[in-house]
């Protein structure tokens, strides 16, 4: 990858900055970051990486055409990280998160195709198939090969998972009709600084500092993996692949150990406020009740020691308060 023109959509967001951070530090590549601020934010951190020599940034909507053909050319990588995500996002505006993550996935799959791009990478979600853990109609821990389920169109939770699945289906799409080179990261509970408030871990933080001790569905299991850790597997994964020693077009980005939201709770508790009185309340209506990914082929291609969930969790703790974010 050391001679790329990378272009990275999403590249203000949480897993997009980290990213775009790490292969910053390669001065022969070339960056080109997108981002439309919808979901993400403009920060004195952003702003340091995009006035690197070897990073140039673009204010842009991904869902225009126009701007995604003359932007992208033959031979980029292009990492997609656009994702409108968020519970109350699902629940308040889920026409904007269809439009801005499904459409945004059409449109740059087909362009990256016409165009012969040397990479297509896609950030998909856990969620894709959330429904079908509902059900009990896939397993735990849930390989990448299971299907896909909208439990209910009614329910606007539901706005998120179906974008991405459109996400990774044209990407096949794209393979079948104009020969799309791609691999899909099917990201499960990244967790660690700068990700916002709009995740089970950095919600908790923000209450528990403000005296506020309500967990949301505290026996719900999620399968936490740390953002240093995430990066570190993607950008491996990401050599091998254009090495073309890959031969999945999915891979599961994520850690094998399932741990309770109570837990969680428990340790970000003794971090923030010990005499705080935790209160159990229901999770959101359509909320998956356990997460837990399979992540053999993951292992197949590399080995890894995550790092462990109390570790991850006094990491992020301590830049959310260092860095004053609430």
């Known amino acids: 990858m050391a001679n790329n023109r990378i272009v990275i959509f999403g590249a203000a967001g949480f897993i997009g900055f980290h990213l775009a951070s790490a292969l910053s530090k390669n001065k022969k590549s070339e960056l080109v970051l997108v981002d439309n601020f919808v979901r993400s934010e403009f920060d004195s951190e952003f702003r340091e990486l995009i006035n690197q020599a070897n990073c140039e940034f673009i204010e842009a909507d991904?869902?225009?055409?126009k701007f995604l053909a003359q932007l992208i050319q033959p031979a980029d990588v292009v990492y997609n990280l656009i994702a409108f995500n968020g519970t109350g996002n699902f629940y308040e505006v889920p026409s904007d998160v269809i439009s801005h993550s499904a459409l945004t996935g059409i449109n740059i799959a087909r362009i990256c195709a016409v165009k012969k791009v040397k990479k297509y990478y896609y950030f998909g979600s856990s969620e894709s198939y959330a429904g079908g853990?509902?059900?009990?109609?896939v397993p735990l821990p849930t390989p990448e090969n299971?299907?896909?389920v909208i439990s209910d169109p009614s329910n606007p939770r539901w706005s998120y998972a179906i974008s991405k699945q459109i996400g990774e289906m044209v990407c096949y799409a794209n393979r079948v009709q104009y020969g799309l080179d791609f691999l899909i990261f099917r990201i499960h509970n990244i967790y660690g600084p700068r990700m916002g408030f709009d995740h089970v871990v950095p919600d908790l933080i923000k209450k528990f500092a403000n005296g506020d001790g309500k967990v949301l569905g505290p026996e719900q299991t999620r399968s936490f993996l740390y953002i240093d850790d995430a990066i570190k597997l993607i950008l491996e994964l990401s050599v091998k692949s254009e090495a073309g020693d890959i031969s999945e077009s999915v891979i599961n980005i994520g850690s094998d150990l399932e741990?309770?939201?109570q837990e969680v709770a428990e340790i970000l508790k003794c971090l923030i406020n010990?005499?705080?009185?935790?209160?159990?309340q229901?999770?959101?209506?359509?909320s998956v009740a356990r997460r837990k990914p399979d992540i053999g082929?993951?292992?197949?291609?590399?080995?890894?020691?995550?790092?462990?969930?109390?570790?991850g969790l006094a990491r992020t703790k301590q830049d959310y308060f260092q860095n004053k974010r609430f």
């Open 62 to 65: 991904a869902r225009d055409e």
């Open 133 to 137: 853990v509902e059900n009990s109609w």
């Open 146 to 148: 299971v299907p896909f």
């Open 259 to 261: 741990v309770r939201i």
């Open 282 to 286: 229901e999770a959101p209506v359509g």
């Open 274 to 280: 010990p005499a705080l009185d935790l209160v159990s």
């Open 297 to 311: 082929t993951l292992r197949k291609y590399i080995s890894f020691d995550p790092l462990s969930i109390s570790e």
